[in-house]
């Protein structure tokens, strides 16, 4: 009879405890989110793939097509194509192309960048079962950006 009651009051306490943390969660801001609804903000060192970085004065890019993010690319997937235009002394970057397939996000070609022309996105949302998804315009891809 004795081990009746005392199941009794354990099972009443384990019920409280599992109440009282059931409120305490309650009132508490989720830790999760709404996804695809809602998405994550980035911590400051991770790393996207690599894209041209938007000079604020211009509102374009600050590439001089030098090329040495693509020469320093242990995967070799930066192509850079510069044009010598009239009434320019520099040559204007006409493409700047990323096989992100290839990218292992080493940062070799943000290290070799000397003007700070790329940096690391802060994209995480690239899932895709076609190839041809993870090959990217950036010059493209900056200009479509607000
Ligand atoms: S992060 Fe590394 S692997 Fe990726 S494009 Fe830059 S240099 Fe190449
Ligand atoms: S991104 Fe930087 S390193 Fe690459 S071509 Fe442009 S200026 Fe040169």
Redesign the pocket.
């Known amino acids: 009879m004795a081990g009746y009651f005392t199941n009794i009051l354990s099972g009443t306490k384990s019920l409280l405890v599992g109440l009282s943390i059931t409120q305490r969660e309650f009132f508490k801001k989720p830790v999760t989110l709404q996804y695809p609804w809602e998405s994550l903000e980035m911590t400051p060192r991770y790393r996207g793939h690599i894209q ?1 970085v938007k000079d604020g004065e211009t509102g374009t890019h ?9 020469k320093g690319c242990p995967s070799g997937c930066i192509t ?1 194509k510069g044009e010598k235009q009239e009434g320019v002394k520099v040559k204007v ?1 006409v493409r ?1 192309d990323l096989d992100f397939t290839k990218c292992s996000l080493c940062g070799q ?1 943000i290290d ?4 700070g ?2 940096e690391f996105s802060k994209e995480y949302n690239l899932a895709s079962t076609r190839k041809e998804d993870f090959y990217y315009d950036l010059l493209k891809r900056l200009k479509e950006q607000k």
């Open positions: 041209l600050k590439c001089i097509s030098c090329g040495l993010c693509d850079v970057l700047y070609c070799n960048c000397k003007p022309a790329i």
